[in-house]
């Protein structure tokens, strides 16, 4: 029998961080929502990944129901909440899964705490962006209504076509987005868009990404890989272990894991099942920099 969902939060940085903890497994699967969204955006993996897994479902700061941190949405502070949410539900080490910006928090989360990462799997990530148009994403949301500006921006993003199953996914999307503290929004996306600092960016995102050391998987849409000019090689190029991989489907826009959920589901379950087995890692020494007050 699953195990029945626990929701509750945790104090973070002056903040309080919204989770649900379900599912059950030898391994733990943490999922990471990306921008103006939460982790009800998991809804279609919860019961299959659930079945075989123990799931860690978090809101980000500023977003679901957990309220914005009074400082501080760079994604290496987003990275260690995460990192204190596992360390408060003693958990010694995850497969990751992260969208659009989750990707790239995820991906940071692998970089800084290896010992926390056992294997990523990163959807439509929202790095790899050469300069211009990552300065592009940034400005966009540098308007007197950030939400709306979003909205507008992941509206292009969206795939499929009336009449399909998924057709009402683009009025949720648009209406979630609407409801984002838009200070949040600015923060986070200048920081994860920021040229020489953030991960997100050519050149520096090349050798960023290139620490990362465990298998990754990247699930990416044609749409977004033609739009950030790299495909599936430079994905497996910033990937140092020989299990990750790289998928590209056609036809779906920015939320491939709920377009094609049975696809998407599939998919994860078969890669996360033929990762390498390893032993039990141990915890860092190195305290985090935001410590977790249990």
């Known amino acids: 029998m699953r195990q029945r969902p626990d929701d509750s939060s945790r104090l973070f940085r ?17 999922l990471v929502h990306g921008e103006a969204g939460d982790s009800d955006d998991w809804a279609p993996q919860l019961e299959a990944l659930g079945a075989q897994h123990r799931l860690i479902a978090p809101d980000l700061p500023g977003h679901g129901r957990s309220p914005a941190a009074r400082h501080g949405h760079t994604p290496r502070d987003l990275a260690d909440d995460l990192a204190g949410l596992l360390a408060a539900l003693d958990t010694p080490s995850v497969i990751a899964v992260g969208h659009a910006a989750g990707a790239a928090i995820a991906s940071v989360l692998a970089v800084e705490r290896p010992d926390l990462v056992r294997a990523l799997v990163a959807v439509n990530p929202r790095y790899g962006l050469h300069p211009q148009h990552a300065a592009a994403m940034a400005a966009a949301v540098r308007v007197p209504d950030p939400a709306a500006a979003l909205a507008r921006s992941l509206a292009a993003e969206e795939g499929g076509a009336a009449g399909e ?45 290139s620490r990362r050391t465990c298998p990754v998987l990247t699930v990416c849409s044609r749409r977004w890989a033609e739009a950030r000019n790299t495909g599936p090689d430079w994905d497996r190029s910033v990937g140092s272990h020989s299990a990750g991989d790289s998928v590209l489907w056609d036809g779906v826009g920015h939320w491939p894991h ?9 998919l994860v379950l078969d890669w996360t099942g033929r990762l390498p087995v390893t032993g039990a890692v141990a915890r860092s020494p190195v305290p985090l920099r935001h410590p977790v007050p249990l």
Request: glycine share 6%.
């Open 14 to 30: 002056s903040s309080r961080l919204f989770h649900t903890v379900e599912g059950e497994g030898p391994s733990t699967v943490l």
């Open 165 to 209: 199953p998924t057709s009402w996914l683009p009025a949720w999307h648009r209406r979630r987005a609407l409801t984002t503290d838009g200070d949040v929004l600015v923060r986070m996306l200048t920081a994860l868009y920021h040229p020489s600092t953030g991960p997100a960016v050519r050149p520096v995102a090349d050798a960023y990404l």
């Open 258 to 266: 709920q377009e094609r959920f049975d696809d998407f589901n599939a």
